[in-house]
């Protein structure tokens, strides 16, 4: 039966304006279940009911809200995912308080199908009924409720009630599909222990789907579990996705550690936030202006948090005005990209604006900053221009698709089809890298490639006696200006560009070539030319410093430079010979095997008229290089 899809109607408006009332009599089931609330005969918690019309395409779940003053935080968790509004105004009292708060709030959370119910109708007369609606209308003209239905109904009498139903189901078969990006979403309105059942959270699933073993994470507090059970309408299911009123059976979880105002989720994808930049709109009916620095009452999801709000581009916000803000919460929450919030004030209690979340992981920003400001904007554009601004946002790093679909919220179909307009547009640049593709701002590029260039030319500018510049010197001289992709990336462009030189072991500038120190140039001269004397049977190292009468570290170093210029070559610790000799001697040993297949450390003596010393140090580093390997006693060609 119930695979059919929920339609979530909230109700709202004042107090003791009849709303559970309704529910009750539409239903047979009085969603206000606490002694308390039917002692006190209001509502205090969120009541959820579902009602059963077997000839309807779709399952109707009221989440009923309290209209007292105090407890529009549980409001506004309620409201916070609905489909439809039940807007409840008492005919004997009319528009309220509560009425108005509820319905700036419904406005600003985005809600848009729903019913006007004029409850009580059997406290007035026709007229009193008819000069109501009229206001009523007026009321909410120029908003989604402008052209709802606007029903007198009476839960004492029972009429009216078919038509609000008629007209709740009408407003039900006009919803649309909620978006869908596939990760799991389901913000926290209940927490309960049922008995055989266990540790249960409830909500509405936002995105997404659940089933038994999967498992979670309940932010912000990051705390991953096990799904032990699915339950939808009371029933056990496997599972349960979109738009559907869902309660979570969790595995082996202190019902102390969860809330109302979590949110379950899947596990990994987003971190909770603790500054959010946001379109922030202060409602007309403000009773005043707002500074930066205030604090309020942040509700977003079915939590609530303490923010100061950092007006980024005026000092005051004055009713009715929008504004690019940025919260900075007391207490983390989970926020996703779009999410529509609602800020009250403390003393007194007032709804006074909300808006939309455009960053739920900001640097701290200057105030009044240009380009700060422009960057939060591209974040209200299409999903081309937010994806470009992801990437431009860390001009360090390169991200992924998968990386922007987590911080959007959006599929990975449309990230990629976003990506791809991006790339031919030119606005972004593909980073290929061992897993998966990479992106990073187009913008950003020539300056990480003229960086490195810079990098490379400053390094032989101090170290001109450097043969050349190895590839970790210069990455950490970039000192975290590029992830290691990027890095690689640009290395093999500046290397086909030819503005480097790849060398192995590093890189060299184009028409590079090591210079010493006159003086050192001098030492290495006689150093080299003692090597080359020496031929097949060069001296250690000790006897060449004795020989020249030098400083040990002054020898060492144009002997490094020797090596890297690849006039000499180390073939052991006790063996160096000179390039040209190594060559010959590699050049005999490779005509050797030509001829005789493979050979032994006396026939290298042989050949080399060597002592076995330079004969073994010869084959090995024969070996070593993989020009021949060791069978046996002998080396064979490789
Ligand atoms: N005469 C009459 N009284 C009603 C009707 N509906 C509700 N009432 C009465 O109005 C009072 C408030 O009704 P509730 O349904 O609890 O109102 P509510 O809007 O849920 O109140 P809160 O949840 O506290 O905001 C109760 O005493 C009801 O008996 C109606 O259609 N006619
Ligand atoms: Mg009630």
């Known amino acids: 039966m119930s695979e059919r899809d929920h339609v979530i109607v909230g109700t709202a408006g004042h107090i003791d304006h009849g709303k559970s009332s309704l529910v009750k009599a539409l239903t047979g089931t009085d969603p206000d279940t606490l002694p308390e609330e039917k002692e006190r005969g209001l509502t205090i918690e969120l009541g959820f009911v579902f009602m059963d019309i077997p000839e309807y395409e779709k399952q109707i779940v009221f989440i009923d809200v309290p209209g007292h003053e105090k407890f529009v935080r549980t409001m506004v968790a309620g409201a916070s995912s609905i489909d439809v509004v039940m807007f409840i105004i008492a005919a004997d009292e009319g528009i309220s308080v509560q009425t108005r708060e509820h319905f700036d709030i419904l406005r600003l959370l985005g809600v848009k199908q729903g019913i006007i119910a004029l409850t009580k109708s059997d406290l007035a007369d026709a007229g009193r009924l008819d000069r109501l609606e009229g206001e009523v209308r007026a009321f909410v003209q120029g908003t989604f409720l402008e052209g709802a239905p606007v029903i007198p109904v009476s839960s004492v009498t029972r009429t009216g009630l078919s038509e609000i139903r008629a007209a709740l189901m009408e407003a039900g078969r006009?919803?649309?599909?909620?978006?869908?990006c596939g990760y799991?979403?389901?913000p926290v309105d209940r927490v309960f222990v049922?008995?055989?059942?266990?540790?249960?959270?409830?909500?509405t699933v936002l995105s997404g789907a659940v089933k038994t073993g999967d498992r979670i994470e309940i932010l912000p507090e990051r705390i991953e579990t096990k799904v032990r059970g699915v339950q939808v309408h009371k029933e056990k299911r496997d599972a349960s996705g979109l738009g559907k009123r869902t309660a979570i059976n969790l595995h082996d979880i202190d019902k102390a550690l969860l809330r109302r105002g979590q949110c379950a989720v899947t596990p990994g994808l987003v971190a909770p936030a603790t500054r959010i930049d946001a379109r922030l709109h202060l409602l007309r009916e403000a009773p005043k202006e707002l500074k930066t620095r205030d604090r309020v009452r942040f509700h977003i999801g079915t939590d609530e948090a303490i923010a100061r709000v950092v007006l980024l581009e005026k000092d005051k916000l004055f009713p009715g005005e929008s504004i690019l803000a940025q919260f900075v919460l007391e207490s983390p929450t989970a926020a996703f990209y779009k999410d529509r919030f609602i800020i009250r004030t403390f003393s007194p209690l007032n709804t006074i604006g909300g808006g939309y979340v455009l960053d739920i992981a900001p640097?701290?920003?200057?105030?009044?900053?240009?380009a700060a400001l422009a960057g939060?904007?591209?974040?209200?554009g299409g999903l081309d221009e937010s994806v470009e601004q992801f990437l431009m946002k860390t001009p360090d790093k390169s991200?992924?698709?998968?990386?922007a679909s987590y911080a959007f919220w959006t599929g990975i179909s449309a990230v990629q089809e976003a990506i791809r307009t991006l790339i031919e547009g030119g606005r972004i640049k593909a980073i290929p890298a061992e897993k998966e593709m990479r992106y990073v701002a187009a913008g950003i590029w020539p300056g990480l490639l003229q960086k490195m260039t810079d990098a490379v030319k400053k390094y032989f500018a101090s170290n001109p006696h450097r043969a050349f510049m190895p590839l970790a010197?210069?990455?950490?001289?970039?000192?975290?200006?590029?992830?290691e992709p990027m890095f690689r990336t640009a290395i093999e462009e500046l290397a086909a560009a030819g503005a480097i030189v790849r060398k192995e072991g590093g890189l060299v500038l184009p028409g590079f070539e090591a210079r010493l120190e006159s003086k050192d140039q001098e030492i290495?001269?006689?150093v080299e030319a003692i090597f080359r004397r020496a031929g097949f049977e060069p001296p250690l190292e000790e006897d060449v410093v004795r020989e020249l009468r030098l400083p040990l570290n002054q020898f060492r170093k144009v002997l490094g430079t020797l090596f890297q210029q690849g006039k000499l070559v180390r073939l052991d610790p006790k063996v160096i010979y000179h390039r040209a000799y190594f060559e010959k001697a590699k050049a005999s040993v490779l005509d050797y095997l030509q001829k005789k297949r493979s050979i032994t450390i006396a026939e290298a003596k042989d050949i080399l008229r060597v002592t076995r010393k330079y004969a073994c140090a010869v084959l090995e580093y024969l070996d070593k290089t993989q020009v021949t390997k060791r069978n046996g006693d002998v080396h064979v060609q490789k």
């Open 399 to 403: 991200r992924t698709a998968v990386e």
């Open 363 to 370: 640097p701290r920003h200057k105030r009044f900053d240009a």
């Open 376 to 380: 939060i904007r591209r974040f209200e």
């Open 524 to 526: 290495a001269d006689r």
């Open 184 to 186: 799991f979403r389901l």
């Open 194 to 203: 049922m008995h055989g059942f266990g540790t249960v959270v409830a909500g």
């Open 174 to 180: 006009r919803v649309g599909r909620r978006e869908n």
């Open 473 to 483: 010197e210069l990455q950490s001289s970039m000192s975290g200006a590029a992830d």
